[in-house]
């Protein structure tokens, strides 16, 4: 089964630095790999998806992830950090053949002013 | 702006009571879904309709029952919930096939309190 793993419970950087949150995959097969991010009360928000193509996908907000099929990881990154981006992430893989997509545990993100 | 529609936005209800959650999309998208969210974790599959039939069951109890009148819309009727069930649900659409299925648009959810 495919799966994502999110090593990190909260990640705490100052406003203006990089940000990174990490995630690590386990597929069988080409993986279809997914960021999404919920703000406190509402709704998960689709970022940037990996599908084929460029290792380096660019998505909503500024933010970026790169690909890295020798690590099997996705990590998403934002060169700068805003206090706006505070929120819950969550990586995804999606099951290949069906519509079931695997949600890693989630990374708490506490951008300091 | 979210373009799925989620009603209500926050529901009380006691163990006997019947309630449904109703969500809406406009997306032409063929694809909806309902996941159960507790606090601080990730969503968990509940349900996947794919052109209006059920594709996935994630061995939900019965107390809860979906429902797709249409292609754009999807309910969840609840029935004798216990206390545990108290959380946030959400509803998605996406396509069905390509490579923009998995690219799931969420509604805000409903936030669910059992007494």
């Known amino acids: 089964a495919q799966s994502v793993a999110q090593p990190e419970d909260q990640v705490n950087v100052a406003e203006g630095n990089p940000l990174t949150v990490k995630c690590t995959y386990s597929?069988?097969?080409?993986?279809?790999l997914f960021w999404y991010v919920q703000y406190p009360n509402r709704g998960l928000q689709f970022l940037l998806k990996y599908i084929t193509g460029d290792n380096l996908v660019k998505g909503s907000y500024g933010f970026e992830a790169e690909f890295n099929k020798s690590q099997t990881s996705f990590h998403l990154k934002k060169p700068s950090a805003l206090v706006s981006d505070s929120a819950l992430y969550f990586c995804a893989v999606r099951d290949y053949g069906n519509n079931r997509l695997a949600f890693g545990k989630g990374n708490q993100v506490v951008v300091i002013p | 702006d979210t373009e799925v529609t989620q009603t209500p936005k926050h529901l009380v209800m006691g163990m006997t009571n019947k309630k449904s959650l109703k969500c809406e999309q406009h997306m032409g998208h063929r694809a909806m879904y309902w996941y159960k969210q507790k606090a601080k974790k990730p969503p968990e599959l509940m349900f996947v309709y794919s052109y209006e039939k059920l594709s996935i069951n994630e061995s939900v109890p019965s107390r809860f029952s979906p429902e797709c009148p249409n292609s754009s819309l999807l309910n969840l009727h609840l029935h004798a919930l216990q206390p545990e069930d108290s959380a946030l649900y959400l509803c998605a659409s996406s396509q069905e096939t390509g490579g923009k299925a998995g690219e799931l648009f969420f509604g805000e959810g409903s936030r669910l309190t059992v007494l």
């Open positions: 597929v069988s097969g080409n993986p279809y």
